[in-house]
C-alpha cells in the first residue's frame, strides 16, 4: 500500500509539472521544386534571417523572435507568416504553384492561415481598375463601402488574435486612403491622356537581341508597353504574370515591349558614364537570368526620355496599351498579375 502511494505521489507531480514556454519559434517543412537553397525569413530591417533548404527541399531551424508579421522569400516569391516564441510551424509548398499550395500547420498556425486569409479576401474585394473607372464621388463611397466591409471581416475573425486583429483593423485607413490618391492619380492621367489621342513616341532605342526599334516599327499591332527597371522590386515582381502573359497571346496581334529606364543607381563608378554603362550591363545580365522575352529595350536618357515624360511617369512599373494606329488605349493599363488581365486584351479582339 506505502509502494502504491508513493507511486501515485510521484505520478501527480508529473502530471502536473507543465513544459516552459520555449523562448524561440520553429519553422520547418518540405518545399517541392524548390526556387533557392535558402528561406529568407526578415521583419523590416530589424530582422533578417537564412534558413538551409536541403537538397529534398526540407528545412528545419528555430528563430527567437518578437511577436509579429514576417515575410517570408523563397529566392522569387513571398508571403507573409505570423511569429511568437514558442510557436512550432510547419510548412509545405509547391513552388510552380506557390499561392495555390502553401500550406500552415502547427502550434500557432492559425494566425498565419488568416493573414493568407485577410490577403485572399483584399484581393477579391479591391479591384484597382475598376476603381479607376469611377469618377471622384463614386470613387469616394465605394472606398466607404470597402472600408466597412474590411472592418466587418476582421470583426468576425476577434478569436484569432487581438492584437493581429487590432493592428489590421488600424491599418484599414491608411490602407485605403493610399489606394484612393493612387486611383485618383491614374483617373487624372486619363483625362490628361485621353483614349484615342496619338501616343507619344520613342525612336531607335537600343534592342537586347541587336539594332535599334522604334515605336513606329510596330504600327499594325497593338502594344503593351512594361516601363520598368532593374532596381525596382515591384517591376521584378511582375516579369512571371508577363512571360504567361506573353505565352497566352503568342501569334496573336499584339506585341510585348519592355522598356528599362535603368539610370546607372546603386553602382559607384569614376564617371556617370562609367555608372550608366555598369547599369546597361546589369540590365543585359537579368534579362538572360530570367529569361525575358518579348521586345526588350533600353530607353536613351532614362527617365528624361521623350517617351517616359510624354506618358508622365514618375513611377514604375507602368503599363501602357497602345493601338495598331500609335493611338492611346490606355495611359495606365492593367498590370500583367491583374486577375482580369486576359479578358480585358481580348476585349479589344486581340
Known amino acids: 500500500m506505502k509502494k502504491l502511494l508513493v ?3 510521484a505520478l501527480s507531480i508529473v502530471a502536473c509539472k507543465k513544459e516552459a514556454p520555449k ?7 518540405k518545399i517541392e521544386n524548390k526556387n533557392s537553397d535558402s528561406l529568407f525569413v526578415y521583419q523590416g530591417r530589424d530582422f533578417k534571417r537564412t534558413i538551409k533548404v536541403n537538397e529534398d527541399g526540407t528545412f528545419s531551424d528555430t528563430l527567437k523572435v518578437k511577436s509579429g508579421v514576417y515575410g517570408l522569400y523563397d529566392g522569387k516569391e513571398q508571403t507573409n507568416i505570423f511569429l511568437a516564441n514558442d510557436m512550432d510551424i510547419k510548412m509545405t509548398l509547391d513552388t510552380k504553384a506557390f499561392d495555390e499550395t502553401i500550406a500552415f500547420s502547427g502550434k500557432g498556425a492559425e494566425k498565419t492561415n488568416f493573414l493568407g486569409e485577410k490577403l485572399k479576401f483584399e484581393e477579391g474585394l479591391i479591384d484597382i481598375e475598376a ?3 469611377l469618377d471622384e464621388t463614386g470613387l469616394n463611397s465605394k472606398i466607404e463601402s470597402l472600408k466597412n466591409e474590411m472592418i466587418a471581416f476582421y470583426d468576425k475573425n476577434v478569436s484569432i488574435d487581438s492584437t493581429l486583429i487590432a493592428q ?12 484612393k490618391g493612387y486611383v485618383l492619380g491614374g483617373i487624372k492621367l486619363k483625362q490628361e491622356l485621353p483614349a484615342g489621342t496619338v501616343s507619344p513616341t520613342f525612336e531607335n532605342y537600343e534592342n537586347y537581341k541587336g539594332g535599334t526599334v522604334s515605336l513606329s516599327d510596330l504600327k499594325g499591332k497593338y502594344v503593351y508597353v512594361d516601363v ?7 517591376c521584378i515582381g511582375e516579369i512571371p504574370a508577363l512571360q504567361t502573359l506573353e505565352k497566352d497571346y503568342e501569334g496573336k496581334n499584339i506585341a510585348f515591349v519592355s522598356i528599362s529606364t535603368d539610370d546607372g543607381r546603386g553602382y559607384r563608378a ?9 547599369s546597361k550591363e546589369g540590365w543585359r545580365k537579368m534579362i538572360a537570368e530570367k529569361e525575358m522575352s518579348g521586345i526588350q529595350l533600353f530607353a536613351d536618357k532614362s527617365f528624361s526620355s521623350d517617351f517616359v515624360t510624354g506618358y ?5 512599373p507602368r503599363f501602357i496599351l497602345i493601338d495598331p494606329n500609335g493611338n492611346i488605349v490606355n495611359a495606365d493599363a492593367p498590370r500583367p498579375s491583374y486577375p482580369k488581365i486576359n479578358e480585358y486584351l481580348s476585349s479589344f479582339g486581340i
Open 270 to 278: 569614376a564617371s556617370k558614364e562609367e555608372s550608366f554603362k555598369l
Open 7 to 9: 507511486c501515485i505521489a
Open 228 to 234: 520598368w527597371a532593374t532596381w525596382c522590386g515591384p
Open 168 to 179: 489590421s483593423k488600424e491599418q484599414v485607413s491608411p490602407m485605403l486612403d493610399g489606394l
Open 131 to 133: 476603381l479607376k473607372s
Open 312 to 316: 508622365k511617369i514618375n513611377s514604375i
Open 23 to 29: 523562448d524561440y519559434a520553429t519553422i520547418s517543412g
